[in-house]
Nanobody, 130 residues
Framework: QPQLVESGGGLVQPGGSLRLSCATS????????VGWFRQVPGKEREGIAC????????VYGESVKGRFTFSRDNAKNTLFLQMNSLKPEDTGTYYC???????????????????????WGQGTQVTVSS
């Protein structure tokens, strides 16, 4: 059973940076599309960054392009989301998720709004405020 555990959230001032981590276990990342998502109360879950381990393609949400960077440590089976130039509107709960490559594309991954497909972590809270 795939497991994903996020960490690294916290309180940061506008313009600051945070790096989120997602430790994965129980599955081979090479056969999955993975992604970071943001949830704000009252709004749909938003795909932030999605990566296909099958072909190396990556997609970023429009609101974070140029500020957030996805990366992966293959040896540690860990995903990262480096978040720079943070804005108050980046506040939310951040989740990582993994869906088998046969079930989605990297573009489709970032359009997911529910957790019925794939495996999801429990989330980590990011608050951007002065």
């Amino acid at each position: 059973q795939p497991q994903l555990v996020e960490s690294g959230g916290g309180l940061v001032q506008p313009g600051g940076s945070l790096r989120l981590s997602c430790a994965t276990s129980g599955f081979n990342l090479d056969y999955y599309v993975v992604g970071w998502f943001r949830q704000v109360p009252g709004k749909e879950r938003e795909g932030i960054a999605c990566f296909s381990n099958f072909d190396g393609s990556i997609v970023y949400g429009e609101s974070v392009k140029g500020r957030f960077t996805f990366s992966r440590d293959n040896a540690k089976n860990t995903l990262f989301l480096q978040m720079n130039s943070l804005k108050p509107e980046d506040t939310g709960t951040y989740y990582c998720a993994a869906v088998e490559s046969v079930q989605t594309t990297v573009q489709g991954m970032c359009l997911l709004t529910s957790t019925t497909l794939g495996s999801w972590g429990q989330g980590t809270q990011v608050t951007v405020s002065s």
